[in-house]
């Protein structure tokens, strides 16, 4: 434990510039020049039929997915790239 003696003396140190102006200094980052691009965009469907939705259901069900529905449209978006080349 520290006594007071010892408070005293660390005190009087500083005050003398015997230890310097501060015991503890703090890095803080540099602010970055622009923001992060974003990887991703939103985007809401219009229209989906019932029917879409119903077909899903069913692959869970039977255990042919475990895709939910937006996963399930972005793997087949993305199969569909890769299919015409785009990716």
Known sequence: MTNKKNK?????????EQIGDAMLKVNTPAPADAPAKREVRTKTLKAIPASYFDAHQALRDSNRTVLDFSS?????LREKFERDGAL
């Open 8 to 16: 005293t003396s660390l005190y009087q140190a500083v005050a003398d």
């Open 72 to 76: 399930y449209i972005m793997e087949a």
